[in-house]
Every structure is written in structure tokens, then in C-alpha cells.
């Protein structure tokens, strides 16, 4: 992405829908701290995101966006040595509680990685993958319209409707990066993760992806993590800009962008570093 | 043009003397690699030849092994190195990937490095010492504790046909199951330190998928690691059922050689190996036994090859996608 | 969160139990065949090391059944696996650097490659009545040094296999820096590659002499054994794996002791270079 990019101007937002404080609060993060063993990612990072809309998170390389991002469904755990503190509410529940199963919570916090990563499995069964596992399809009937609807709603539908057993990974970049959020759709969940998304594709297949983050906000509450600024001055309602493991500044995406509070959030966007 | 010394640089271009025989001398040792594996069976099949030709097909069908008469069958000595080695893979298969699993998913961090370098150190022990555990340790246990009740356990199975017993035989501890669990344990660590490699080779990528969709660990195994490593998982126990088909010195001294069709899973048996082994110092240049031995080695080592190509193949399928 | 609907509760019970239940098999698993491993080292130890004396290592072998010691054994093995790795590391280094250097995806290189993986992991008691009849039976007598050539023929596979593998961990970098200061090919390989890869492919060498030294089955039709002192490499020659077999068979208490020490010995030895080469492979990684 070009520095260019990152002059143009966000788009004009209802800003209702990014105020924080509104009681649509979906994840709530309380001073929550990544260590990686020894060695501290995430410093005491605390912010509301609300529910129905698209919060990117941005930064420079290693500032512990990613990392963050991971904590919310817990893929932390999957890392050994890895230790989230502090506390993280989905709708008020936290998510790190004991009695929170963390597989029962990923069923409810879809994400989609930096690159494509369709199972080597059929296009049918990637996206029928989760709801078998946890059972949300009553009939053979009842899952061939789950996925239908999924990749319907993942803008995939017209072009894989007639080889729906070929192979996931058949398909071009954007289009696996879109059955893989098919494959996260198909479960319901509230919360989508998006850890750049669009690293890996070409600017055509990154507009796809873009326009159908703008669909799917209307039901799901987003967070995106980019390296692209202009990517989160178009789709995003609200931006976290991180620094070296510390939340620095948050707020709407458009005054993040044109009047930040801080001036390493200033450096930032303006292109000083990063 | 011209260098800087003002020589030409054009019509220097000839084979360079030095490059020409580097390129030589490389060619000529990968040939010697073709060349041995060509010359080991065309030896075994030219020294073997005798053996086939005086037997005819019956060599390899024939049941009877009788020195004395000079009538030599081989089909006793690939019963029994089927059986040996299958068996061994059956117990050793399921074990060593459950080793692979706890060391790639479930293992504590601090304890998975040590843990498998202790496999892999395992698997380079020399294959007697396997074979003197067997003799001294596994074969009088089995003799004393196993064999009297896994007989009568079993006495109610049919036999098969009228000569195959199952279960059924004298306690004397040596014989085909005393064999099969020495090579089993042998090839253990082999078989779970490749199966290791190949599930670690499964990009963390597509694991993570499984894990964010709610998936358990043996989820993420049974439905995104193994669908993706298949081919290399049956290439690592083909390359162990490779080793178990050739080993020599771990059953030479717990089979029993007893070349004769094995009457019961107990039964003291032989494998082509273990034949050629022990048969060897008494065959003499230019004989019939030796001719026999050597026949067996063709076999044998048609045997393997067939085995280790297709592992390898398998295993090379995966490393290309 | 979404309260969960009761079917889902219970499938959610039910795959949590499953994962409970097989990841317990497979640690079982794990159990059991590191308890089993480790029995068997545990009794080799002790039974080994029973028998360790100055003896073992000062007195060749007795042939009247009693006394006795591994002396000429250990040097029979010595002079066989030395010679052994001093024919078949050259030769597996030189069809290494083919593979990676010249070969690389060539069809020739193709078919090298597969057929070296072969041998890699063919039956050693194939190795040995190969080289008995090329070796043994046409001059008419076991030797040490066809007891060291087939030991060749099992340690160029493993050479060729880890110098290849080593190589291709060399940045192509290198290479190209090396051609655009006008090197020729050979002298890219012997004064950039091979010094840069050096340690490496040592640290292959010292596999393949870990793997060959416990070698017994080739031996047995080739060097066939010896109980006396001899360091003629055109006679039998002793060495501990057969030494290891044969005694090991014997009715003689004292033998099977000395059996037991010698494999005691072997496996030290083997575990030994092991270590030594994967600490050294560990180092290099992270250097």
C-alpha cells in the first residue's frame, strides 16, 4: 500500500454508531496484558467495542495488534507459554473465567487469519465444518441451507454454486479468503476477528473483502486488524491505534484520522514511522 | 570488449578444465548410488538363479523346507516375515502415533524437546540390543505369563482350516508373537518420531482454522491435520514396515527357526532374514543352499523395495504441495 | 454470550469427553512405550555395566569359552567402521553436493534421489550377502575389508541424505555472490558452499557412523568374526556386533556377560555420537 493511501479522507460516518459509551458495548477489555513467557506483548489494554459495527485495530509491526485480537478468542491458549491478565467481556461475560470453555466460546467468535486457510476438505465441507462440529444443523436439508445462506451472504454463492465438492483450496486467494469467512459466518457467531485479511490478496479481491466487511457489520460486531491505514479509514467506525504493546488512542475512526489526540498517533497516519 | 588488462573476453567461452571434470566426478558418484541398487538385484537374481530354476514357481509357493533332501521351499520364510512384520506394525502403529499426537498437541512445552530427542535417540539404538531383550527379558516372560493364558483365553476361536491354531501352542516363548512385539518395540520410537515430523510439518495456519471454529485437539487431528498429511502419515509406516521386513538381528534369536508353515501365532517360525542369517555359515560357494539363500534375498529385497518406493512416494507427494 | 440451546450442551459434553478420553489413550500411549524404552536401556545399563573391567578393553576374546575380553573386537570394529566411513562419507558427500548443486530437479537427480532414499532404509542383511558374492566369494575369503565396504555401502546413503539436506540450507545468496565475482562452478562449491556448510555435513558423517557401528547383519558375510588379534584386512576380522551375537548365543555365563557389556558399550558409543551431532545441528540452526 502506498503512503498516498493514507490521505484519503474516511469516509463521513453516523457518528452515533461510534460512540462507545452508548450501551451497545459488545467486548469490553479491562487492562488486559499478553505475555509471551518472560517477555511482555500487551500492556494494560482497556476499550469498549460495540456491537454491529467495524473496529480496526492499526499500528506498526509487533505493536501487539495481532496479539490483542487473539486474546478475544482465547487462540492465545493454543500457544504454549502464552499468559492473557486482566479481563475481557463478550456481553458482559468474561471470556477468561474458568468456567468459560474456550472451545464453546470460539463457536461464538468466528476469525478469519492473514492468509487463506481452507481446510483440504470440499468447498461444501469447509463451510458445513463448524456447524457439523457443534451441531446447529437439524437435517442434511437444514445444513445445505446454512450453507448456502453463508456463502450467499459471503458473496460466493454465484461462483462456486456448481462445484460445491471441489476443493477449497481450488479456489483463488480472494476467493478462499471469502469461503473461509463463509466457513465463520455458518456458526452465527456475534463477534468476527479479522487479522488483516487482506495481506495476501490483490487490490480487486481486497475491494470484495471490504465491501463485505460494510455488509456484514449491519449483523455481526467486526474487528479488523490492518496494516493498511486506508483500509481502516473506509471500513472501519472506530480505531485502536497501538504502539509498542500499549493502546495509545481510540476513538472514531474519522477523528482518529483527522484530528488525533496524540502525536504518535499523528506520526502515524501521517506516515513518520511505522 | 575488452578487460581492463585489455584481453578479449570473447572466444574464451570453452569447458573450463577444472568445471568440466567437477561436473564429472559429481555425475559419476550419483551413478554409483543407481549403480548399487541395480547391481544388489541383479546379484541376489544371477546368484539366485539356480534356486529358481531348479524349483521352478514352487520355490516361492512350496511349503516344504527340507535340507537333508534338498528341497527347498520358500513360502514358510514369507509367511513368517508377513506375519512378523505386520503384526509388529499393528501394535507399534496405533502406540507410536499416539506418542506423535502427545508430543505435537498435549505435551507441556518445557517437556516436548526432550522428550523427542529421547525418541529419536531410541530409534538409533542398535537393532541386538532389541534383539537381546527380546532373548534374555521378553521371550521367558512370555513363556511364563502370556502365552498359558492368552492360549486359553483364545481356546475357543476356530482354528483356520486345519493347520492354523491361532493361539494355541506349547509355552515355549520363542516363536512368531515373541518376534512380532521385539520388532514392534524396535520400530516405536521410529515410526513416532516420524509421525511427529510429519504432523508438525501441518501449517500452524490451518490448525489455528480448526481451533477458532470450536474445534477440540483430537478434532483439529481427526479433521484438519490428518486430511492434510494422509499420504506422508501411511508413508511413515510404510518406511517402518519397510525396516521390520529386513531386520535381522532383533529376531534372529527370538523367532524360534523353525522353517516350517507356523501352526499357531506362538508357533517357533522363521523369516527370509533370519533364514539367510542362520542357514549362511553352513552354504558353501556354488551350492544349491547358497543359491537358495541368495534367491531368498531377491525376493526379499523385491519385497522392500516395493514397500520403501511407495513410502517414499507418499512421503514426497506431501513435501511437494 | 448467547445462552447455549440444550442439544448443543450435550454434543459439547459429549465432544469434550471424547477429546478427554483419546487424548488420555494417547498419553497412555506415550506412557507405555517410554516405560517400555526405558526398561530396556535401564537393563542394558545394569547388566552391562556389571561386567565392565580393565579386562574388556586390555584382552582380546578367549576362544576356550571362559575369561576373556573385547579387546580385539572393539579394534576389529575400529579399523571396519573408520574405513567404512572413509569410503562412504566421500562418496555420499559427493552425490550430496550432485543433488543439491548440479542434479537439483533434473530427472537424473530425480531418480538418484529416490533410489538413495531406497537404500537409505534398505535391509542391511541385503547389503551384506551383496557384498559377500562381489567381494568375499570371488577372492575366496572373509575379510575385514569387505566387512568395511559394505559398512561403505550403508553409511554413502545417509551422507548423501544429510549433505543435500544441509546444502539446501546454504542462502542461494551465497551462490549468486560467489558467480557474480566471476567464480567458476567448482570453486562456488569447494571454497563458499561446502566451507559454509561444513559443520553440517560433519555432523551427517557422525550419523552415518553412529548408524554403521551397530551394524551385525552385514558382518556376518563379510568379516565374518574372529576371535584371535588380527589387523589384516584381508583375513576375518573381529568386531563387537558379531562378537555381540555370538556370545549372546552362547551357553557360557561369562560370555553372555561379555555380550551384555558389549552391547553395553555399542549403545554408549552410538548414543554418544547421536548427542554429539544433534547439539552440534542444534547450534548451527540457531547460529
Redesign the interface.
Known sequence: MSRMETIAPPRPQVSASARVESGSVKVRARAVSVFYGEKQALFDVSLDMPEKSVSALIGPSGCGKSTFLRSI?R?ND?I??CRVTGEIAIDGDNINDKSVDP?????????V???P?????SIFDNVA??VR??GLAESKRDLDQIVETSLIKAGLWDEVKDRLSASGMSLSGGQQQRL?IA??IA?NPEIILMDEPCSALDPIATAKIEELIDELKTNFCIIIVTHSMAQAARVSQQTAFFHLGKLIEFGPTEQVFTNPRDTRTQDYITGRFG | MTTAAGKSLIGTRKP?L??SS??V???V??????V??A??LL??FM?GRQAFETFGLGFVWSTEWNPVTSVYGALPAITGTLITAFTAILIAW??????A???TE????SL?AP?G??????A??????????G???LAPFMADNVQPWLTELFAWLPPVGDSFFWFSAPPLGVGLMTASLVLA?MI??FI?ATSRDVMLST?Q???????????????TLT??VI??VRGSLFGAVF?GL??A?????AIV?VIGNATRMPDSLFAPSASI?SV??NN?PEAE?GSIQLAV??GL?FI??VV??GV??L??LLLRQERMA | MKTLAPHTKARHFR??A??MF??G??????G???I??AL??W??FSKGAAGLSLDVFTKPMSSTGTGGGLANAIVGSLIQVGIGSMIGAP?GM??G???S???KNSR??S??R??????L???????G??VY??AV?PF?SFSGIAGALALA?LA??VV?RTTEDILRLVPQAYRDGAIALGS????V?RKVILPAAFGGILTGILLAV??I?????PL??TSLGNTNWSTDLTKPMASL?IA??RY??SPSADLIQL??TG?LL??VG??ML??VS?ISLAAMRRG
Open positions: 478468542n487462540m493454543t504454549p507459554g472451545v464453546l466460546l470460539r463457536a461464538q467468535v468466528g476469525m487469519f492473514q492468509k486457510n481452507p481446510f483440504p476438505k465444518y463448524g462440529l457443534h473461509v466457513r465463520a456458526i | 573450463h577444472a568445471d567437477f561436473r566426478s559429481l555425475y558418484a550419483g551413478a554409483v548410488v543407481v548399487v541398487l547391481s544388489i546379484i541376489m546368484g496405533p502406540i507410536g502415533f499416539g506418542i499426537f502427545f508430543l498435549i505435551c507441556p512445552l516436548r522428550l530427542i529421547a525418541i529419536e535417540l531410541l538409533a539404538i542398535p537393532s541386538i540390543v532389541y534383539g537381546m531383550w532373548f534374555f527379558v518395540v516405536l520410537p513416532a501449517p495456519l490451518l490448525k489455528d482454522g480448526a481451533y477458532a471454529m470450536g474445534a477440540t485437539r483430537w478434532e479433521g484438519v486430511p492434510a518406511l519397510g525396516r521386513l529386513g531386520e535381522t538381528m534369536f532374514a539367510v542369517a549362511f560357494p539363500l541368495l534375498g526379499l529385497f522392500s523395495f520403501l518406493a513410502a517414499r | 465432544r469434550q471424547i477429546d483419546m487424548s489413550l494417547c498419553i497412555a500411549a506415550a507405555i512405550g517410554l517400555m524404552l530396556i536401556l537393563m542394558l562418496l559427493m552425490v553436493v550432485y543433488l548443486e548440479v542434479g537424473f537427480a531418480i538418484v529416490f533410489v538413495n532414499d531406497i537404500l532404509s534398505a535391509p542391511s542383511v541385503l547389503i550377502l551383496f558374492q562381489v566369494a575366496g555401502l554413502m546413503p548423501a567458476r562452478e567448482n570453486e562449491v553412529a548408524r557401528a551397530g551394524e551385525t547383519a556376518i558375510f556386533p555381540i551375537y549372546a548365543g555380550a551384555w552391547a555399542i549403545t552410538v548414543l547421536n548427542v544433534r
